[in-house]
């Protein structure tokens, strides 16, 4: 798991975690993943608004370390020819049921630190939910949930989910 924080101008900042195999080491400063559907969408309205992207990751087994990426974010719209290339080459060309869009960081600062406040943790599996969800949707039931609930962040601003 790994947590990524953004926010516009103005307004709330979001925290939101991720699941590690959806993320993509893409370069000495650039880090993709491939991002499914969620109860909103504020990641990529705060991406469109301001570009500034921090990527989380915690040690939860092991030493203590915490591990943050920062820099500048944006997003890779489903539709692209873009998305297309990158699933072929880092997915296989499978997007799982979902697939929202991905998100690209190019990052310009590494920073870690004790992850002394950090528990330790025992991964046990991933959760069922997600594709349970997914597949009782269906694509049709998916993009319309986007339409209704990602099109928007909490704040007003456009995600540009359909751009």
Known sequence: ????????PSGHVNVSPRS????????????????RTGSGNE?????????????????VAGPPLIMRLYGRGRVIHRASDEFATRLRAHFEG????GARQMV?????L??????????????QE??????????????????????????????GLPTCLFE
């Open 43 to 59: 990641t990529a309205a705060h991406l469109k608004a301001d570009g500034r992207l921090t990527i989380m990751f915690c040690a």
């Open 20 to 35: 590690t195999d959806m993320f993509r080491v893409l370069g000495d400063n650039a880090v993709m993943y491939l991002d």
């Open 1 to 8: 798991m790994f947590f990524t924080a953004s926010a516009a």
């Open 104 to 108: 690209h960081l190019d990052f310009d």
């Open 126 to 155: 991933e959760r069922p939910q997600m594709d349970a969800w997914a597949r009782a949707k269906g694509v049709e039931g998916i993009e319309d949930y986007w339409r209704e609930k990602n099109q928007v962040s909490l704040d």
């Open 110 to 123: 590494v920073q870690t630190s004790c992850g002394y406040g950090v528990p330790l943790f025992e991964y």
């Open 94 to 97: 499978i997007a799982p049921l």
